[in-house]
């Protein structure tokens, strides 16, 4: 067992079953800003539209005259555990708001966090499936923001120890796209809570706070910026989900949520060492979307730096809007000082055994890639080696099949 030195005194829920308790809070200027920039992005000139649409064209055809892009992904998954990070409320997506939150979750003062050692659990096993090395000892810290559906002014995460670091994830290009192997690296993995949610009004004039989300346990991978394409990004997260579902520590479902990819997208010269000014790219809800808005993405920065407008290509978050097929700025972004990290008073350190660890590896079942060579080495073509190994329909279906011949030989 993990030696989790866990501290700190669990308070009573005093609201029990609060369904329907609201917060309400007057709607953040930064609400608007879907409505605001797509107003001014609208208004430019056709030919400016269509010299971009062109240049993402030409992106996906690896037309990138002269020039390569470089992508970092940061993936929060959610994970599957009965309660949350730091209490003892249950998280089950599409409740009634604020009908599983408690003292400690919605920041109440003088409560203290309690952590659950599932997620030690999960984020070693996900760790091991990453190969990165697992830090014997690790840490949580408090990274301080101001917004309405963060109570406590701070998110409980871990920054210069995470439980994981200095991994990396193989995988195989589909043949339709290229076909190929690929590695990219794993900065770290490391573990911290989520944040409530906010549900603005159909007018616009307030908002309300739901805290169900909130201290709801992630695991955060940071990749190197290792990939080149939209695909290989796409690609990227399509495994980061498959191995998580394959551990069985998250369900892995974009949609609700539960699986999210922020990009990091910068463009420079072939040839060039130094990396150029980075835009972050969210709000995307499908491996497609990654796809299609880092290409856009690229496609607009290849097209700045061709019109000598460099200059223009900020270091800040934009949005990917599905229906123009286009991203668009949010804010700017903040640096890691503005963050004011420092360590969680709360919680004690994280001190694992070996045995733990150990525990753990032996417990794993066979990995997308592990099977992947399998398969592979039993002669199996690559566009069959990746149909068998990365199609959950088809490892349901087997499972299934499985299951009924056994059951028919049992008859
Ligand atoms: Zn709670």
Redesign the pocket.
Known sequence: MALTLLRGIRTQTLFGANAGLFCTTRRHPLAHFTTRVESVQTSEPKSVRKSIQQATKEAAEHKTQGFEAVIGIETHVQLSTIT?AF???PYDYGSQPNS???P???GHPGTLPVLNAKVVECAVKLGLALNCEISMTSKFDRKQYFYPDLPKGYQISQFDIPIAEKGYLDLDIPMEFGGGHRRFGVTRVHMEEDAGKLLHSESGSFSQVDLNRA?VPLLEIVSEPDMRTGIEAAEYGAEIQRVVRYLGVGNGNMQEGSLRCDVNVSVRPIGQSEFGTKVEIKNMNSFSEISRAIDYEISRQILLHKESQADKIVQETRLWDESSQKTFTMRKKEGLADYRYFPEPDLPEVVLTSDYIDEIRNSMPELPEAKRRRYENMGLSMQDVIFLANDDIVIIFCITLIFTLSCMLCY
């Open positions: 949350k209490c003892s409320c599983t939150v408690c400690t979750c919605m201290g």
